[in-house]
């Protein structure tokens, strides 16, 4: 009996014991406890949570976004072009991401965290005034996108067609003159040569001339009066005969703007020609010519990018001109196989090289310059013996000269600022949801501290960050201590000019530097305070507590690389019970200088933020997120949460969206 007494005593004292153990701690920290049934029978009952049931797998940091790197470029692109970037969802809704320009050869490398569940990106480009877009599979981290000729053209400006087209000035030995709209493949404004038949023409856009030879002699028509697609006008004068030149008539021609020079063709030989008075200028030593060809006919052009080219009856050449034009070496292009007699070669805006056939009707090709391959755009109802073309130009406005035409710069009156980029979209908001008894675990409703946010990285004409502009919300459901939050960017404090906005209510807890940023960091690192305390911004409605709109602004003193500032959300923290030290990151994260590290040891922190179990004290949540109401396991609210950890997040990525199956409403606080 005396055994019995001092049994029922000892547990009488357990738990009293047990029962002040559990008092000191919050209610919001579940774990074993004792209940009595059927007359006094001691029951054990398991409140550990289904989450931390959850088999944990090494080194599993809960990332539901992933850096994509996109490269951009255009074929035969050359040119700075504005790329803009849209994710499609599961409702196939595009939403708009961010813009950029690329470099002078069309090429652009963007980076951007984008959520899990997003499995397709848009692009578009806009090229001489026509929108272009195309739509990828997001099944990589490194995305190749390549625009050409066949990429979708997007409605713009009420119209499917481009802003202005290419035009071919052609001439034949019928003495016929006319253009082609490289738009449209039409043939228009057929005129007659007064003088007769020509095999060789050149465009000088800028000065409105069509240059043309006639035996030997070079003529010029007037091209001012253009009218739609250009209507040719003769108005040629006496003709000027280049001195030292037989009566054999020039079968290429070719107009060097940027040098204000004519280069003509015949006979395997070049010449350097002046458009004042057509003497030759100099007649460079020919090498490279195949032996099998006779170069009786041909043609010369440059692309965009200043290469040249020679073609005859027997293929294509590159040329490489000594800088004074004294020699002109040549390589072959096409092989022994090429099926066409080439008349005349140019190249087109898209730096697409043209070419017409020696066929009865003349036949207009495309042919690469890389490859010799060959495909034919149509068959003109007549012949060609030459041509050239007149690029499209078109003259684009940029108000504030910062390189970004208007129709693509979002502030065209601004030159420090061109394009937004948000993150994680525009009009979209992420989440970071925060635990608040660290280090101690908390109940894992991930419902104490929910930051919503959406950031605008507002970038120049050269892809640097100037502005930052933060819209955080915040909001709260079981919260039993105040909390602060704030945000660690990888920057010198010293590049930033000011920060502002932001919700300070309690003096002392945050210091503050007079460009608003935290003191006492180091000088690699910038922290600014969102809030400091949200129980004095949080008002209740309904189940849940929220606060008004917090706007904050980070302008830079000197612009920033792009590349060096698309990590968002960063490194976002909060700190509780009015403590600054007690910071609380996501999973992974690093703390700052100001952390209290006896902490380490003080809870259940394994490192890294997470417990040895490897459960986290927060969340990043990139799409809306309605947290578990209070005590509810997040894994209980959200039912497809435990597949996406266990498979080391390969399956259900998505788990956080509101499809259909993936949300147990009832548990959630709307």
Not at 11 to 29: K, M, R
Not at 239 to 262: C, F, H, K, R, V
Not at 494 to 507: L, R
Not at 644 to 652: A, E, K, V, W
Request: net charge negative; with cysteine; proline share 4%.
């Amino acid at each position: 009996m005396r055994n019995f007494l001092l049994t029922k005593i000892s547990l009488a004292i357990f738990l009293i014991t047990l029962s002040l153990g559990c008092s000191s701690t919050s209610d919001d920290s579940p774990g074993p406890t004792t209940n009595t049934k059927d007359g006094g029978t001691l029951l054990y009952i398991d409140n550990t949570s289904e989450f931390e049931k959850i088999d944990i797998p090494d080194g599993f940091n809960y990332e539901m976004t992933s850096e994509v790197t996109f490269t951009t470029s255009r074929k035969n692109g050359v040119g700075k072009i504005v790329y803009a970037f849209y994710t499609i969802d599961y409702n196939n809704t595009h939403t708009f991401i961010g813009k950029a320009l690329s470099n002078t050869d069309g090429v652009l490398e963007y980076k951007v965290n984008i959520a899990g569940y997003i499995e397709k990106i848009y692009v578009t480009m806009r090229y001489r005034g026509t929108l272009y877009s195309k739509t990828i599979a997001k099944n990589s981290t490194n995305l190749q996108i390549i625009f050409d000729e066949n990429s979708t053209q997007v409605e713009s400006s009420n119209t499917r067609t481009k802003a202005c087209n290419d035009v071919i000035y052609a001439v034949n030995n019928s003495g016929q003159a006319f253009t082609i709209n490289i738009g449209n493949n039409t043939v228009d404004n057929v005129t007659s040569l007064a003088e007769g038949g020509s095999k060789a023409s050149a465009v000088n856009a800028a000065g409105d001339k069509l240059y043309y030879d006639i035996n030997g002699s070079i003529y010029t028509m007037d091209m001012s009066n253009v009218n739609g697609n250009g209507t040719l006008v003769d108005n040629s004068g006496a003709p000027l005969s280049p001195p030292n030149l037989n009566s054999n008539q020039y079968t290429g021609l070719e107009y060097i703007a940027d040098q204000n020079i004519l280069i003509a063709y015949k006979n395997k030989e070049l010449y350097i020609l002046s458009p004042s008075n057509y003497s030759i200028v100099r007649k460079p030593t020919m090498s490279g010519f195949n032996g099998s060809d006779t170069g009786i006919d041909g043609d010369v052009a440059i692309d965009i990018a200043g290469n040249y080219f020679l073609a005859t009856n027997y293929g294509l050449y590159s040329i490489n001109f000594a800088s004074d034009y004294s020699t002109a070496a040549l390589t072959l292009i096409t092989n022994s196989s090429f099926p066409y007699t080439i008349t005349g070669i140019g190249f087109d805006s898209d730096n697409i090289l043209y070419a017409s056939t020696d066929d009865i009707p003349s036949k207009l090709i495309t042919i690469d310059t890389q490859t010799g391959v060959h495909n034919v755009v149509f068959t003109l109802p007549g012949n060609i013996d030459d041509f050239s073309i007149s690029r499209c130009d078109i003259v684009s406005i940029d108000t504030d000269g910062d390189g970004v035409a208007d129709i693509d710069d979002t502030y065209p009156n601004d030159i420090n600022k061109a394009f937004n980029n948000f993150a994680p979209a525009e009009n979209v908001n992420s989440y970071l949801a925060y635990e608040d008894l660290y280090p101690n675990k908390g109940d894992f409703d991930f419902n104490d501290i929910i930051v919503e946010y959406n950031a605008n990285l507002i970038t120049n004409g050269n892809n640097e960050i100037t502005f930052i502009k933060f819209k955080f919300k915040v909001k709260s459901v079981g919260a039993a201590n105040p909390s602060g939050f704030a945000i660690e960017l990888p920057v010198e404090a010293a590049k930033i000019k000011s920060v502002t906005g932001m919700s300070i209510t309690a003096p002392g807890t945050i210091n503050l530097e007079t460009n608003g940023v935290e003191s006492g960091i180091p000088a690699n690192k910038t922290v600014f305070a969102v809030f400091d305390n949200s129980f004095n911004i949080l008002s209740q409605s309904g189940n849940v507590k929220a606060s008004s709109l917090i706007n904050i602004t980070v302008e830079f003193k000197t612009p920033v690389a792009y590349a060096s500032l698309n990590q968002v959300p960063y490194n976002p923290f909060i700190f509780t019970q009015g403590d600054r030290a007690n910071e609380v990151h996501l999973p992974g994260k690093q703390y700052t200088v100001k952390f209290n590290t006896d902490l380490l040891s003080a809870g259940q922190d394994a490192g890294n933020y997470k417990t040895a179990q490897g459960h986290p004290w927060a969340l990043h949540i990139p799409v809306e997120f309605a947290p578990p109401k209070e005590e509810v396991d997040i894994t209980t609210a959200y039912k497809r949460f435990n597949s996406f950890i266990t498979s080391n997040g390969s399956q259900d990525i998505g788990w956080y969206t509101n499809q259909s199956g993936n949300r147990d409403d009832e548990k959630l606080a709307y």
